[in-house]
């Protein structure tokens, strides 16, 4: 503690004035006689000082930043810009992630009678398996209507899922071993009888009438298989009206779907005749792109809930005709 007795400040003379040199030297004297020019005293001082002065320095340059700025300074209670935007929820599927993202679905299709046959006026398909994407596409949480068609080739469509240029397969989409090693398949949700058809004009009743004579039919179709494993002379085309071309000429009858078989009768009536039982039956599946199997699931469930509720069967009868057959069992 100070016990030095206060002395007050010096008078200057009357009538004279003191210069500020030796005012600052009598101030100097005074503080140094009463221990206010302590070293540490002075350091603090100037470090209160450097303080003061960049607090004042840093406020008027951001009054000028604030003049020259094309964004308006941050208003309280809307940091818009310092909050990092949501993403969605990861589902667990790429492919899921992928539709939602997008927001529409991408589907490979192949045009098949009553299943996807394309509108006369515009790119949209109407049909069973087009009214089952609709379910589909509602359960993924995108509009059926933003579906975006993708006419391929039976032998492309794998390799677009493959590649994620498509969601999903259908349009008379068979669920074959050939498939089935390179996708994954939901379904069955349609099984239909496989049938021969001949030339009006050919004598052939079946397949045991047809001696040395070759059958078409779609490569890596089921009809495909069935006539393999019995022995049949089998050539292959990419469609089945394809095989139509070829009667007459280079085989003796055409094998597919009975419902395929019988619009190629009807689109040529008179010149075209379905003959024999049927060869055995195919299944129809929704192409799926492979190690997916939450869509898989997904897939299949919404399938399995139209079967249930009865919608498949007011849909066939709708798309395919009465009566109703049984639906099938999924797998």
Sequence with gaps: MDLEPRRPWPEPAHGSRMSPGTW?????????RRGRLRPR???????LFVIAALWVLGRAVGEVSALF????????GKPFDTVVPARPARSGSPTIDRIALRGKLIVAIQEAPGLAQRSPNSDDYTGFDVALLGLIARDLGVDPARTSFKPLAASSREAALGRAEADLVLGGYEITAAHSAKVAI????????????????????????????EVCAPADSAAAAVLADRGVGLQTQATLRACASL????????????????????????????????LGTTEYGIGL?????????????????????????RLYAEYLGTPVPSPPVLR
């Excluded at 005293?41 to 470090?47: E, N, S, V």
């Excluded at 700025?69 to 309280?76: C, K, L």
């Excluded at 050919?202 to 045991?208: A, D, F, K, R």
């Excluded at 003796?252 to 010149?271: F, K, N, R, W």
């Design 186 to 213: 939901a379904g069955p949700y349609l099984v239909r009888p496989l049938r021969l058809a001949v030339p009006a004009t050919s004598p052939v009743t079946g397949l045991n009438s047809l001696g040395s004579g």
């Design 24 to 32: 600052a030297e009598s101030v100097r004297g005074i503080m140094h």
């Design 69 to 76: 700025s094309n964004h308006p300074a941050p208003v309280a």
């Design 289 to 313: 792109p492979p190690d997916d199997p939450l869509l898989r699931e997904r897939v299949t469930a919404v399938l399995r809930h139209a079967i249930d509720d009865g919608t498949w069967a």
């Design 247 to 278: 009667l007459g000429r280079r085989v003796e009858a055409i094998a597919g779907d009975q419902a395929a078989v019988a619009a190629l009768l009807s689109q040529a009536p008179g010149t075209l005749r379905m003959i024999g039982e049927p």
């Design 41 to 47: 005293r002075i350091g603090c001082l100037f470090i």
